[in-house]
């Protein structure tokens, strides 16, 4: 059985960080591109940030270009997000999501395009 378990959030002030991580079992974790998303009250889910297999390829939305790193760790089976300079519209519940892939290149922007989420944990950023 997959499972997608996302940690690291809370409450910070705003221009504060949080380094989000998401720990998928049940699945070989290099065999899938990686992304994190996020839904804020009323709104539908956005996407944030993915990352290719190998890690070398990724994308970010424009809102938190600059200011978000995604990042993976192969050996350890974890998918990290950190996020610095946070502001009060990025209040969010943030989720994990999984894609099963044979390769490196297409950046998965939408939430149709994972086979597997997590959770969520949530972020709250007071201004």
């Known amino acids: 059985q997959v499972r997608l378990v996302e940690s690291g959030g809370g409450l910070v002030q705003a221009g504060g960080s949080l380094r989000l991580s998401c720990a998928p079992s049940?699945?070989?974790?290099?065999?899938?591109?990686m992304g994190w998303f996020r839904q804020a009250p009323g709104k539908e889910r956005e996407f944030v940030s993915t990352i290719s297999r190998n890690g070398l390829n990724t994308r970010y939305a424009d809102s938190v270009k600059d200011r978000f790193t995604i990042s993976r760790d192969n050996a350890k089976n974890t998918v990290f997000l950190q996020m610095n300079a946070l502001k009060p519209d990025d209040t969010a519940v943030y989720y994990c999501?999984?894609?099963?892939?044979?390769?490196?290149?297409?950046?998965?922007?939408?939430?149709?395009?994972?086979?597997?989420w997590g959770q969520g944990t949530q972020v709250t950023v007071s201004s």
């Open positions: 999501a999984a894609k099963y892939t044979i390769e490196d290149s297409k950046m998965r922007v939408t939430t149709t395009m994972y086979d597997y």
């Open positions: 049940g699945l070989t974790f290099s065999n899938y591109a």
